[in-house]
């Protein structure tokens, strides 16, 4: 089992990335390989860090042998996704963004079509834009064919939308449990397959 998760966060060690670590380290006592990409640091790779839509089919030339490829390359690899972003403006990261934008090329390839994905955003307060903002990450993966994994039944309560925090997400238990039951269900999803 290889799972990776995608953190839209520019701050590389947040809430977000706590959240996802949570969720990965009950993945790794399972016998998950692991993996977190940071959507910022990739991105700064490409030729342009946002897509420019040069050609009417996406030939991945604007980042072909860069960091970003190789991010690409791992996602498609992975049994299981996670997509993490704080809400800016109740929306996600422009760096989450302009990564999902780049995959162009892969959803004509049909990639990503039934792979499960999971979400996670954390807003300064409790009603703080969280669940726009994984509606918007989970309309981004639906586009890309994914299957979207939330609460399904009440064995798996990861939240009806994805895992939704407020920060300090250290501190905000709710969040914390949530991210326990989303790891069982993304495990749940690929022995399942």
């Given at each position: 089992?290889?799972?990776?998760?995608?953190?839209?966060?520019?701050?590389?060690?947040?809430?977000?990335?706590?959240?996802?670590?949570?969720?990965?380290?009950?993945?790794?006592?399972?016998?998950?390989?692991?993996?977190?990409?940071?959507?910022?640091s990739v991105i700064?790779?490409?030729?342009?860090?946002?897509?420019?839509?040069?050609?009417?089919k996406c030939e991945?030339?604007?980042?072909?042998?860069?960091?970003?490829?190789?991010?690409?390359?791992?996602?498609?690899?992975?049994?299981?996704?996670?997509?993490?972003?704080?809400?800016?403006?109740?929306?996600?990261?422009?760096?989450?963004?302009?990564?999902?934008?780049?995959?162009?090329?892969?959803?004509?390839?049909?990639?990503?079509?039934?792979?499960?994905?999971?979400?996670?955003?954390?807003?300064?307060?409790?009603?703080?834009?969280?669940?726009?903002?994984?509606?918007?990450?989970?309309?981004?993966?639906?586009?890309?064919?994914?299957?979207?994994?939330?609460?399904?039944?009440?064995?798996?309560?990861?939240?009806?939308?994805?895992?939704?925090?407020?920060?300090?997400?250290?501190?905000?238990?709710?969040?914390?449990?949530?991210?326990?039951?989303?790891?069982?269900?993304?495990?749940?999803?690929?022995?399942d397959r």
């Amino acid at each position: 089992m290889y799972i990776v998760a995608l953190n839209g966060s520019p701050n590389k060690s947040g809430n977000c990335q706590f959240l996802i670590d949570t969720i990965l380290e009950d993945c790794k006592a399972n016998g998950a390989v692991t993996e977190t990409i940071n959507a910022h640091s990739v991105i700064m790779t490409a030729k342009w860090p946002y897509c420019a839509d040069c050609k009417p089919k996406c030939e991945g030339k604007c980042y072909a042998g860069t960091a970003l490829e190789t991010a690409f390359e791992k996602l498609a690899k992975a049994d299981a996704i996670i997509i993490a972003s704080p809400v800016y403006f109740g929306n996600v990261t422009s760096q989450l963004k302009a990564f999902w934008d780049k995959m162009r090329l892969y959803r004509g390839k049909k990639t990503f079509i039934g792979k499960p994905v999971g979400f996670i955003s954390c807003g300064a307060s409790r009603f703080g834009g969280q669940e726009e903002t994984i509606r918007a990450m989970q309309t981004m993966a639906l586009i890309q064919g994914m299957t979207v994994v939330n609460s399904g039944d009440s064995e798996f309560d990861c939240g009806h939308l994805g895992v939704s925090a407020q920060s300090p997400s250290i501190d905000d238990q709710f969040a914390i449990t949530r991210c326990h039951s989303m790891a069982n269900r993304l495990l749940t999803e690929i022995k399942d397959r």
